[in-house]
DNA sequence: ACGTTTCCCGGAAACGTTTCCAGGAATGTA
DNA sequence: TACATTCCTGGAAACGTTTCCGGGAAACGT
C-alpha cells in the first residue's frame, strides 16, 4: 500500500504516557496535573504542562469517562418534537446555554411526536452513556423513561406531565391559560366560540381543551360540539376545518381559539381568505414570531420557552450534580397573554 | 453510610464478561456476536443473544470506540450561529434526518458569530472524538480548522466560503441571488435602492454586497452611499437606519434590498410605522417564516436550508466512510426567488 | 536522635470493549 | 491414512485514562 503524503499526519498520536515521559514523572502524576487535582508541587505541574503544550497533547473525554468513578461525559441529551419548530429551538438553546455553563455539551434528536422514533433516540442516548436527560415526551415511552431513570439517569420531562418515579417535569398551567383566555372572549360578549385542537395524545391539547370547557362551564354557557375539532395537526388542516365551520355552521362562530401555533397561523390564513379578520375573535395558544406584524395582530397566549428550557436545565443538572432528590419535582411556569387586537374583536 | 434503598440498584453493572460467562463462551465471542461479525456458529449466536436479553446487557458504545480501529463514536458536531434562528435550525434538522440514516448522532453549539466561542465549541467537540465536523464558521478560526482536518477530522464549512486544504464547503450564490434581485428592481423603473447589510467581517454579507454593486455596474447605473448602511446586525438597528435614510436623505430611495432575515423585518416595521409599505418596495435575501402573511407579502431571495444541510451531511458522511477525496469540493446550491408583492412594487 | 505522621509520587490495576493470535476441530486433498 | 487447509473459538493484550496502593522523603513532635 502506497504511502499517502498529506494526510493524517498521525491521528491523537499522543497519549499521556508521552508527555510523562517528556515530564520525567509519571502517568498518574500527568493525570493528576491534567484534572488539576491537588498535591502536585509547582515544579511538576510546570513541567507536565510544558510537556503537554510541546507535544500538542490533547486529553480525550471518552477515555477518561470510561476509568473515571462517577463515569461522568459532560453530554446531556435533549429530545424534542422536532429542533427546527420554534418553540423547540428556543428551548433548545436555553438549555444549551445553562449546560455551557458547566462545560456540558448537548445532544438532540427530534422525535417528530412518534414515540418509536423516541424510544430509539433515548436508546443511543443512554447508551453514549449520557449523564441526563431531557425529554418532550409523546407519552408512549413511559415505561422506557422508568427503566432508564431507574437504572440512574436523570430525567427531565418538559411540556408534557408525566408521573414516574423521580422523574421531574417542566410544564405550564395550559388549562388556566386557556381557560382565562377563552373567558376574555367571552366576557366581551361572544357567546359562540370556535375550537382548534391539536392530537389529544398529547397531555398538552387535552389540558387545554379542558380549559376551554372550564371556561364555558364557569360562566354557564354549553358548547356546541359542532364548533369544536380535535386531532388537528397541521395549519392546512386547520385553515380547512375552520373554513368548514365558519361557511357550513347556520350559526357561526365569532370568535376562534387555536390551541396551537400552527393551527393559529391556519386560522388565521382561512379568516383572511374568507375576508372575515378583524370580523371574527382570533385567540391562539402559544406565541410565535411576526405574529405582532400581522394585521390585525394575533392575540396569543403565551408560554416562556427560554424560562422552561432554563428551569429544565437546572432541575437536570441539580440531579447530575448529586442532589439525590428522593421525590419527583413538578415545576410549572406561568403563561401570559398578549393582546395584539385579534383577541379583542368584540361580537357584531 | 445509610442504604439508599430505592436508588440505582446497579447502573449499567452487567458487561459483556457477565453474558460471555451465562452463556458460556468467551468474551471475544460475544463481542463478534453483538457487532454482528460473521463466523460464529449459528447455536452461540442464539446462546449469547439470549444471556444479554437475559441479563439486560446494554453495549457501552464509548468503551468500544476507545479500542475499536477506526476509533469511530458515531457522532458528528454542528457549529452554529444560533440553533433558535429558524435558518439553523432547518439545516440542524435537515442534517439530523441525514445523520440518523446511518445511526449517528448530533452534537450541536452555537457561536452566536463570535470567534472565541465557535473556538470553544471545536475544542470540546474534538475532544469528545466526534467523527466529523459541520461548521458555519465565523471567519476567526481557519487555523483551528486547518489543524483539526490535518489531524484527521472531516470538516464541512457551510454558508461561507474557506479555502482551507480538504475542507468542503456548501454555500449558495449570494453574489448572483442578489445582483439578480437588484436587477429585477432596476429593471422595475428604480433608480435609487437602499441597501442594509450584516457585518462585513461575514464573508457571505460582502458577497451579497457584490451583487448589489454588480447589478448597478451592469446597467451603468452608479450607487449613492447615502442610501447604503452596512454593519447592521439586529432588526432594531436596520429599523432605525432605513427610517433615517427614508426620512433625511433629500431625494428618498423608492426601493430596498435588505440583505438578512433580520434586516427585512426591521425594514418591514420602519416601512408600516412612516406609512410607505404599499409605497416603496423591498426585497429581503432568505426567506422568513410568514413572510406571505404580511401585507404586502415579502419578495425575497430564498436559500434553501434543508438542501444546504443535506448536501453538507453528505459531503461529510462521504468522507467519514473513507471517501478520501484529495481535493476540497466546493457545493453550490442555487437560491430562488419568491415574488410576493412587496418586491413588485413599481416606483412612484 | 528517633518514631510517627504527612505529603508526593509512580507503578500497576482497572474501566468495558475490540483485536490479535494461537490452538483445536473439522474439512479437503493426495 | 496422513497431511495441509480452513473455520471457530477463547485467552490475552491493547485502547487512554483514572484510581488504588505502597514506598520514600520530608516535616513534626518529644
Redesign the interface.
Known amino acids: 500500500m502506497a504511502e499517502?503524503p498529506?494526510?493524517?499526519?498521525r491521528?491523537?498520536k499522543v497519549t499521556m504516557r508521552d508527555v510523562a515521559q517528556r515530564a520525567g514523572v509519571g502517568l498518574a502524576t500527568v493525570s493528576r496535573v491534567i484534572n488539576g487535582k491537588p498535591g502536585v508541587a509547582a515544579d511538576l505541574i510546570e513541567r507536565v504542562n510544558e510537556a503537554a503544550h510541546a507535544l500538542g497533547y490533547?486529553?480525550?473525554?471518552?477515555?477518561s469517562?470510561?476509568r473515571r468513578a462517577d463515569?461522568r461525559?459532560a453530554?446531556i441529551a435533549l429530545v424534542l418534537e422536532?429542533?427546527?419548530?420554534?418553540f423547540?429551538?428556543?428551548l433548545?438553546?436555553a438549555v444549551?446555554d445553562a449546560a455551557?455553563a458547566e462545560?456540558i455539551?448537548?445532544?438532540?434528536?427530534?422525535s417528530d411526536e412518534h414515540p418509536e422514533r423516541e424510544h430509539e433516540l433515548i436508546d443511543?442516548?443512554?447508551?453514549?452513556?449520557v449523564d441526563g436527560l431531557i425529554v418532550v415526551p409523546t407519552g408512549g415511552t413511559d415505561g422506557q423513561l422508568a427503566t432508564v431513570r431507574?437504572?440512574?439517569t436523570p430525567i427531565v420531562c418538559v411540556d408534557r406531565l408525566v408521573e414516574l418515579?423521580r422523574v421531574d417535569t417542566v410544564t405550564v398551567d395550559n388549562r388556566e391559560g386557556t381557560r382565562a383566555a377563552v373567558r376574555r372572549l367571552l366576557d366581551l360578549g361572544h357567546r359562540r366560540i370556535a375550537y382548534l385542537g391539536d392530537m389529544r395524545s398529547i397531555w398538552t391539547a387535552r389540558e387545554r381543551y379542558e380549559g376551554y370547557l372550564e371556561a364555558h362551564s364557569g360562566v354557564g354557557r354549553p358548547v356546541d360540539e359542532r364548533l369544536v375539532r380535535l386531532d388537528i395537526r397541521s395549519a392546512d388542516a386547520a385553515e380547512h376545518a375552520i373554513g368548514e365551520i365558519l361557511t357550513t355552521v347556520d350559526d357561526p362562530p365569532t370568535a376562534v381559539f387555536a390551541a396551537q401555533n400552527l393551527l393559529t397561523?391556519g386560522t388565521?390564513?382561512a379568516l383572511?381568505r374568507l375576508g372575515l379578520h378583524g370580523r371574527v375573535a382570533l385567540i391562539g395558544f402559544d406565541d410565535?414570531?411576526?405574529a405582532d406584524?400581522?394585521?390585525p395582530g394575533v392575540s396569543v397566549v403565551s408560554q416562556d420557552p427560554t424560562e422552561i428550557g432554563l428551569m429544565a436545565a437546572r432541575l437536570l443538572l441539580g440531579r447530575i450534580n448529586g442532589g439525590?432528590h428522593r421525590h419527583a419535582r413538578h415545576a410549572v411556569v406561568p403563561t401570559g397573554y398578549i393582546a395584539r387586537g385579534s383577541g379583542e374583536i368584540p361580537p357584531p
Chains 1, 2 share one sequence.
Do not use: K, Y
Request: charged fraction near 30%.
Open positions: 499517502i498529506g494526510d493524517e499526519p491521528r491523537g490533547r486529553h480525550d473525554v471518552t477515555a469517562s470510561l463515569r461525559t453530554t422536532d429542533v427546527a419548530n420554534p423547540s429551538s428556543a433548545h438553546r444549551e455551557r462545560n455539551l448537548v445532544l438532540t434528536g427530534s443511543n442516548f443512554t447508551l453514549r452513556r431507574r437504572q440512574g418515579d397561523i388565521f390564513r383572511e410565535f414570531p411576526l406584524m400581522l394585521r439525590d
